[in-house]
C-alpha cells in the first residue's frame, strides 16, 4: 500500500549531539512537511518542500534544518537537540494534481527524547 | 487561513452519533473546511472536506451552515475506535499551492461504552 513511513519510530539523542530523522513515502507527491507536536499541543508546521523548493515557517528555529535529495526521502535534522526538543516529529505529504482532495497523509511519527 | 473554534472535549455513548462543532466565522469564500483526526501515538488521519454543500464519506458527514460560518461533523456509529483528537481546520485551495495547514487545539472526543 502507498504511505508515508517515517523511521525511526522512537529515537533517544543526548543533549547537543545532533540527530537525523527520515521520512519517506511512495504516494509520489511533490509536498512534503515537517511538524513538531509537543505532548498534548496541536501539530506545528515546522517547514516544507513543494518538489525542491524550501519553505521555512517564521518561527522555525535554526536548529532545524531538512534535506529532500529527491521525490520519494525528506529529512529533519536537529543540529544541537536541547531539551525543549523533546517531542513527536510527523513527516506528511500532499499533492497538487487536479482532482486530489488536497488532504495530507502523514506517518506515524518518530518521538524524540532527549536526554 | 481563517481561525477556528472548537470545544476541548466532547463525550459520546458508543452506537451513537458523534457530533462535533466548529466556528470559523472569518471563512473566506475560496477556503475549504477540512477535518482530521488523531488516535493516540499516531498521526493525523484526513476524515473529510468540503466548500459550502454538506459532504458525506465512508467515515463521517460534513454539515456546513449556510453563511459557512460554523460547521458539524458526524460520526453516525461512534465506536470506541473513535476516540481521537478532532481537528477542524479552514483551508484556502491551491493557496501559493502549499496547501499549508494550521491546526487548532481539537476536541478530544471519548467514546463511552
Known amino acids: 500500500d502507498a504511505m508515508v513511513i517515517q523511521n525511526p519510530r522512537y529515537q533517544v539523542t543526548q543533549f547537543g549531539k545532533p540527530v537525523t530523522l527520515s521520512c519517506s513515502q511512495t504516494l509520489n507527491h511533490n509536498v512534503m512537511y515537517w511538524y513538531q507536536q509537543k505532548s498534548s499541543q496541536a501539530p506545528k508546521l515546522l517547514f516544507h518542500?513543494?518538489?525542491?523548493?524550501?519553505?521555512n515557517e517564521a518561527d522555525t528555529p535554526d536548529n532545524f534544518q531538512s534535506r529532500r535529495p529527491n521525490t520519494s526521502f525528506c529529512f529533519l535534522d536537529i543540529r544541537s537537540p536541547g531539551l525543549g526538543d523533546a517531542a513527536m516529529y510527523l513527516c506528511a505529504t500532499s499533492t497538487l494534481r487536479f482532482g486530489e482532495t488536497g488532504e495530507q497523509f502523514f506517518g506515524p511519527g518518530t518521538r524524540l527524547t532527549v536526554l | 487561513d481563517a481561525k477556528t473554534t472548537q470545544p476541548t472535549s466532547m463525550d459520546c455513548a458508543e452506537g451513537r452519533a458523534a457530533n462535533l462543532p466548529c466556528n470559523h466565522s472569518?471563512?473566506?469564500?475560496?477556503?475549504?473546511v477540512y477535518w482530521y483526526r488523531q488516535i493516540h501515538s499516531q498521526g493525523p488521519q484526513y476524515i473529510i472536506h468540503?466548500?459550502?454543500n454538506n459532504e458525506t464519506n465512508e467515515m463521517a458527514s460534513l454539515i456546513i451552515t449556510e453563511d459557512r460560518k460554523s460547521s458539524t461533523l458526524i460520526l453516525p456509529h461512534a465506536t470506541l475506535r473513535d476516540t481521537a483528537v478532532y481537528y477542524c481546520i479552514v483551508r484556502g485551495d491551491g493557496s501559493g499551492g502549499y496547501q499549508k495547514v494550521t491546526f487548532g487545539i481539537g476536541t478530544k472526543l471519548q467514546v463511552i461504552p
Open positions: 518542500y513543494y518538489d525542491k523548493d524550501f519553505n
Open positions: 472569518t471563512i473566506s469564500g475560496n477556503e475549504y
Open positions: 468540503g466548500l459550502k
